[in-house]
């Protein structure tokens, strides 16, 4: 496996976590009314897990010798005070971020990197439960 392939599809990953680092940020202040003080706080904890997530990304990237993107995704973040379509856009970067480590794993088990398959798959595994709970709140 091609270590210039795999650092591409990590940056990918690290770009998606600061779109939703602002996303989350964003939607945070934004959220209004019944539903700020439950949301507000979930947005917030949102972007300290993206935080995290971000940092063992760029980590990995830095082991393998790569270069960091300082960029975030280019997707559009949606501006609305409406929770619903804050829930539904959150719904649709948690997806993107779960399909997107979920293509990264097998590259890391080709290059038998235990270590760091064990902490991206960490991290798969948070994307796939916020997809779930997201999911769950739009029922």
């Known amino acids: 496996m091609d270590t210039g392939e795999i650092i591409e599809a990590l940056?990918?990953?690290?770009?998606?976590?600061?779109r939703a680092i602002a996303m989350y940020a964003h939607y945070s202040a934004y959220v209004s009314g019944i539903h700020r003080p439950h949301l507000s706080v979930y947005f917030s904890n949102e972007v300290t897990e993206s935080i995290n997530h971000a940092a063992t990304v760029r980590s990995a990237i830095v082991k393998l010798d790569g270069k960091a993107t300082t960029e975030r995704a280019p997707s559009e973040?949606?501006?609305t005070y409406d929770y619903?379509?804050?829930l539904?856009?959150?719904?649709?970067?948690?997806?993107t971020a779960s399909q997107t480590y979920e293509a990264i794993l097998p590259m890391i088990e080709a290059i038998g990197d235990n270590e760091?398959?064990?902490a991206l798959e960490v991290i798969y595994f948070d994307e796939l439960r916020s997809v779930?709970?997201?999911?769950?709140?739009l029922k």
Do not use: C, P, Q
């Open 11 to 18: 940056n990918k990953a690290l770009a998606w976590e600061m």
């Open 116 to 118: 760091l398959y064990d």
């Open 84 to 86: 619903s379509v804050m």
């Open 77 to 79: 973040i949606v501006h």
């Open 88 to 95: 539904n856009e959150a719904y649709g970067t948690e997806k």
């Open 132 to 137: 779930e709970e997201l999911r769950m709140m």
